[in-house]
Structure formats: structure tokens, C-alpha cells
């Protein structure tokens, strides 16, 4: 899902990792994500919008950009994506 959004928004994504929350006393599994990426500010606007009204529950929770050369910047995002058991 996160590769197939980032390609959609033309960016380009440096790194990713997965976490699953071990607390199973909640109906759902969180699944904490942590992403870089590197795009143009419309580009990064475009890939955060869709992963926060994509079909699967995503809840960003930290949302970071910092300055590139030619128009580029870094986009670091944390998130959480619930899933049912």
C-alpha cells in the first residue's frame, strides 16, 4: 500500500519499517510505520493525503519535513495502520 501510494504521489521512498504493537487486548492490531521519503511539497501533500484516506485505517501521528536542495524536501512520518486480527 505505501509503495503503490508513493509511486501514485512521485516520490521517492528512502526507507520504511514495521512494528507490531504486541498489546492484544484491543479488537484490532496496530501496526506502527515509520517512512521516509523525498518529493516536492505537492508531492508530499499528495502521499500523506492518500495514505490518510486510504481504505485501511491510518492514523499518522508524527509528521516531520525538512529543507533539500532544487525544490526537494524530507519527509519523515510516523504512523500507526489498524488491522483486524
Same mark, same amino acid.
Given at each position: 500500500?505505501?509503495?503503490?501510494?508513493? *509511486? /501514485?504521489? !512521485?516520490?521517492? +521512498?528512502?526507507?520504511? %519499517?514495521?512494528?507490531?504493537?504486541? *498489546?492484544? &487486548? *484491543?479488537?484490532?492490531?496496530?501496526?506502527?510505520? =515509520?517512512? !521516509?521519503?523525498? #518529493? &516536492? $511539497?505537492?508531492?508530499?501533500?499528495?502521499?500523506?493525503?492518500? @495514505? =490518510?484516506?486510504? !481504505?485501511?485505517?491510518?492514523? =499518522?501521528? =508524527?509528521? %516531520? +519535513?525538512?529543507? #533539500?536542495? /532544487? #525544490? +526537494?524536501?524530507? @519527509?519523515?512520518?510516523?504512523? *500507526? +495502520? $489498524?488491522?483486524?486480527?
Amino acid at each position: 500500500m505505501v509503495h503503490k501510494v508513493g *509511486d /501514485a504521489a !512521485n516520490v521517492k +521512498i528512502l526507507g520504511m %519499517s514495521f512494528r507490531l504493537d504486541p *498489546d492484544k &487486548t *484491543d479488537p484490532l492490531l496496530r501496526l506502527q510505520l =515509520e517512512v !521516509n521519503v523525498q #518529493g &516536492t $511539497y505537492t508531492a508530499l501533500l499528495k502521499f500523506s493525503h492518500a @495514505l =490518510e484516506t486510504a !481504505n485501511n485505517m491510518v492514523l =499518522e501521528r =508524527e509528521f %516531520s +519535513i525538512a529543507p #533539500g536542495t /532544487a #525544490g +526537494i524536501l524530507s @519527509l519523515r512520518m510516523g504512523a *500507526d +495502520i $489498524y488491522l483486524t486480527p
